[in-house]
């Protein structure tokens, strides 16, 4: 008999098709997260799961699992999945790192010059009909050529992001926990401590993973040492920030703007406190969304649970502590 494979979300004809030649599935038809119960019960059964960022994939499901072979999550990121668990019970983890790192990028430098430049709340004065006519200090923001960017975890898309920076000619200032030389050289940007990163930078923007040295890494303090002018931008995720800091720096005006990617619980509504300001721009965690990119990721995570279930190495697998 096949092996079998569940599936957290609704997926494309040829992304089944092509697991289907070799496993029987097990698909979640919502685009919602699987609540942790039904993800205990359907895990129970599987050979493999696929999984997102939004389900948590803990101890719990993993050693209720007793054929589970391979998680493979359809993110760069994979906090979400208790990699100690894992590996006692023998289960493989892969994620889905670099085919992201451009468009996550793109996505970052999209946020920030939203935010820097205050393009949705200049956008809804026209769709309020509120347009009066063109006014000298109306929607005055900050200005991206050749401010000072402050980028902290250098990762790939950390340097992706210092890349697309040179074109705007910005100082770039980056914080990690170990130096990059090689990043260094190829972007000109220059490593700094947090606090003189959090002190000189006109832009902020968080990249780097949810691990426990960086849960809170940016607080009430953190917030009080940038500039009343900063702009702070985070795709990373959102235990990464204090987000009742962040809200009351925003509105206590203690940093200018904010753009985000991420939340410390997803997903967030309207009547988030975040969503209350006007300095806030606020997506539903799209960061590698583009119609190729995400093609690409799942695709890779199907290989992933193929190359899982057959004992294969795995392309990505998610590196452990
Ligand atoms: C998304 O947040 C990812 O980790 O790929
Ligand atoms: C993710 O690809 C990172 O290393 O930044």
Not at 21 to 44: F, G, I, M, S, Y
Not at 116 to 139: C, V, Y
Not at 269 to 286: K, R, T
Request: glycine share 6%.
């Amino acid at each position: 008999t096949k092996p079998h494979v569940f599936i957290t979300r609704p997926m494309p004809h040829w992304l089944t098709e092509k697991l289907e030649q070799e496993a029987t599935l097990d698909v979640w038809n919502k685009n919602e997260a699987v609540p942790e119960e039904e993800l205990v019960r359907r895990t129970a059964e599987a050979d493999g799961l696929f999984c997102t960022v939004s389900e948590p994939v803990t101890r719990n499901v993993i050693e209720q699992a007793p054929r589970l072979k391979i998680i493979a999550t359809m993110a760069v990121g994979y906090n979400n999945i208790d990699l100690e668990a894992a590996e006692e019970k023998g289960v493989k983890v892969a994620h889905t790192p670099g085919v992201l790192t451009e468009t996550t990028a793109d996505l970052t430098f999209a946020l920030l010059m939203a935010a820097a430049r205050r393009l949705p709340e200049a956008m809804d004065t026209i769709r309020k009909n509120e347009w009066g006519s063109w006014a000298p200090f109306a929607f005055t923001g900050q200005d991206i050529y050749g401010a000072t960017l402050g980028i902290i975890g250098m990762g790939r898309i950390g340097e992706a992001v210092a890349k697309r920076a040179g074109g705007f000619d910005m100082n770039i200032l980056y914080h990690n926990r170990s130096r990059k030389r090689e990043a260094e050289e190829r972007t000109g940007a220059v490593y700094a401590e947090l606090d003189e990163l959090l002190e000189q930078a006109d832009f902020i923007c968080v990249l780097a993973p949810a691990t426990p040295e960086t849960e809170k890494l940016i607080n009430a303090e953190a917030f009080r040492k940038m500039k009343k002018t900063a702009v702070f931008i985070n795709t990373s995720r959102g235990t990464t920030v204090d987000e009742k800091a962040l809200v009351n720096a925003l509105r206590e005006g203690e940093i200018f703007s904010a753009g985000l990617d991420v939340f410390e619980n997803e997903p967030i509504g309207a009547d988030h406190p975040l969503l209350s300001l006007s300095n806030v721009v606020a997506l539903p965690h799209i960061g590698s969304a583009s119609e190729k990119t995400r093609r690409q990721m799942a695709d890779m995570t199907a290989d992933h649970i193929l190359q899982g279930l057959h004992g294969l190495s795995l392309t990505h697998e998610a590196p452990g502590k």
